[in-house]
Structures are given as C-alpha cells and as structure tokens.
C-alpha cells in the first residue's frame, strides 16, 4: 500500500491567552487528498489551531511544516499565498456584490493597455461560470450573494478558495445552519475536490457527519492532541470518551418538575409569510420542544412572539391576559426573552465585554443617582458567571473572544438578569460541543424549577425526546402534531414534519 504524502505538520503548538494556556503541544499532520477531521468541545483549541495555520494568530512555540519544510505563516495573506484557504461558520461575503465579484475578491485577473492596467471582466465572467457548473450551482454570476440562500453562500466561499489555488481548506462549522441535502451536496463536492488531491481540514461537533466524510479524525481536550483515528477504527462512543473524557454521565439530564398552569396561550396566529392558525399553550415550569424543517416556520414562530415579525391575525394571552407584542420592547415588558438563531440577531454586542452584555437589558438595577454603579455591575455579573459557569470568568472579556457555547450562556444570563418568566430559545446547543450541551441542559432545569417557562426551538430530535415535556412538529407554517413526554420517537417526528399528517 501506497504511503500518502504528508503535506502539513503541525508539531508542539503552543497558544496563550491572557497567560491562560489554549493550546498545550499540540499535533496535527494531513495527507494529500484527505478529509481529516478535527473533533474537540468547545474552547478546546480546535479553532485556535486553524486560526494559527490561517495566518490570524501568532502561535507562542511549536513548528509548523508544508511539504516538509519548516514556515512562519506571517498573516492570513501569506497563509493564502502558501495555498491555505479557510472558510468559517460565518458567512465571510460582500452581500452587496455578485458571486463573480465575491469569488475573485483581490484575486482579480489583471490585462494592460499601454501604461494602464484593467480587470479582466471577461475572463472573470467565462472562469465563475466554469467554477458555477463545476460546483453544479445553477444560478448567474451577476445574482448578488445577498439574493442566495445560506448553503450557496458557503459554496460560493468554496468556490474562492478554488480560484486561490488552495491546496488544504479549512472547513470550520460551516454546516450549522446547512440542511440535510445541502450537506450531503457540499461533502459531493468536498469529495470531488479530494479527488483532484487538494486536503480539507473539516471541523464539526456533529459525529455523524465526520464519521461520513472523514478519512481521519484527531480529537483535541483542553488543548491537548488525544488521538489520532483511522476511518476504518471509527467508534462514536469512543470517540465521544476521548473527548470529553469523565465530565458527562448522562447526556440528557431531566429533572421531574411540577408542571403548572398556562402561563402563554397562543389562539389562531398567523402572519402574511407563513404562519397559518397557530394555536398552542405554554405551562408554568414546562420545557415546550418545537421541531420543523427548514421553512417550517419555526423561526417565523419565535420572532412573532418576541416581537420581530408583526402576526396579521390571532391573540397572545399571557396569565389570562390578552396582550399586544408589536416590538421586541413589548415582548422584554411581558417577561418574554428570546435567543436567536443566529447570535448576532438581537442577541449580543460583541465588541462589548460579558458584563455588559448582561447587565445591557436591565440598566435601572445597577445605576445609582445618574451614575452606572461599576461595583453593582461587577456583582451581578459575576453572580451569573458564576451560576451558569461560564468561561473565562473574568467579566470584562469581550464577548466576541468566548466559545459559541459561553456566548451563548452570556445571552441567557443576560435575560436571566432581567427576571424574564418566559424563554424562548432558538438552537442553543447548535455548533457546541457534548459538554457544553449538557451545561445547558442543567441550566434549563434549574430554570424550571424556580418556575420559568422556556420554549425549546431545536432540530436535534434526540434533544428534544430528552429534555421535554411536550413537542409541537411544524409542517409549511402550521403546527400538525403535539406529543407528550414518552410519546415520541424520532420517526415519527419526522414524519409529521416531512408530510404534515
């Protein structure tokens, strides 16, 4: 059997932040024509590493090798240079320009006229239509990235690592808001790009979707290399062992609480867009689980109680009151809060520190006179990073610096801050590692047993069977089925979502 080439070493990383150590010794190689994955929890280093191989950070000691020399990648410029492409969770596009433009961003191919130079529009033009059929995209080169959906746009970010001529692409939880299909889609084409020799570095807390594209998998723990996995070794609960080592017993902690009465009752909503006579009841205590897929209206749902999206017909009650929620003020009023999907939409000011972003939806409880008490501000905040654990626990970090998984502990403590009555939490646990997920299982029933009320937006079926009491499936915009806890199984979630009856 052939020995691969390997074309990239990284030996003895080592990475601080603010004296902390996030990245201990440690390893990573890739072969020529691999998917070599990278699995790991939340803050464990895996996109420090990346971040390291794409020019964005100086490492502290270590060696990095390409083709097996030794180089100092100066900056993500140079990173390019030395055919290393990265593409990232969040969508890195000028949504205001086409696909052509976005593709051969600072790449553009240059012709001269006497002394003058000129983009070579035509051969840009001719060259994204090639990449467009290549990546079997069927749309024009002059549609604006704004106009595409979110799993074109992370196709179109491939598409630019093509023209960069990158030989190792790093895939870093791009597949979160990917559906099912337009997964299966990006691995054909990740597939397709192995083929022709070029090496992904693919990093997802989803084991199924590793274990399907995946060559090898290296596992990293509290910025440490684990183990390095071979395809034909690959074992979940191995793997999952590996990771997180002894810090998880059960993977869905559920606590028996007193469920109570109705606290919201929601009668006929329905929107212009997509909602049709929505009808459904929120108990005092409970964990209410919403399952659809994508274009359900689920999201729709969310925003409407929470005040984003206006509803064209229908009544909210809450404690037997009927109340009004045109903006998101009326909703934070009302004692609702919300999580968005995405957490950057209403949900956190990421160049502002964890204390401020908790303290940010109730001022009034930490100003003295006309004064914002610094002091008031430092307790109550390291009260709730101290209750939901959150790290680093120091409260003036920046948000933007934190794991997805304690950004997302930060967005709940800040409504936790305000004494909100009712959550409504849109995906907490996507992109966050097993750990982390059972974290906020457990802040989820310590909030229900003071009496909050929470509804539980999620696409993963397995949470939504552990965690809740009830579950509503949405199909086109209606809800078509409920189950009570012990009801449901994950087919026939499905089903009802897939054919809505």
Known sequence: MKIPDTILEMIGINKKFNGNPVLKNANFSLYSGEVHAIFGENGSGKTTLMNILAGTL???????????????????????????????????LFYDMNIAENIFINQEPIYKFGLFKFINWKKINSSTKEILEYLNINVDFETPVKALGYGKQKLIEVARTIVNKSQIIIMDEITVDLTENEIEFLHNVIRNLKSKGVSIIYISHRLDELQQIADRITVIRDGTTVATVDKEKFDSGKLVNMMVGDKIKDRYPKLDVKIGKDVLIVKNVSTDSLLRNISFSLRKGEILGIFGLKGSGKSALAKVLFGIENMKSGNIYLNGRKIKIKSTVDAVRNGISYMPLNRLDVGQISDASIADNIVITKLDDIIRTVFLSNNLKRSKAERYIKMLGIRPSNIYELIKNLSGGNQKKVILAKWLFRKSKILILNEPTSSIDVVSKVDIYNILNELVMSGVSIILISSEIPELIGICDRILVMHKGSLVKEFNRGEATQELILHYASVGS
């Open 58 to 92: 100086a490492m502290d000691g270590g060696e990095i090798r390409l083709h097996g020399k030794p180089v100092q990648i100066k900056n993500a410029k140079h990173a390019q240079e030395l055919g290393i492409g990265v593409i990232f969770q969040d969508t890195n």
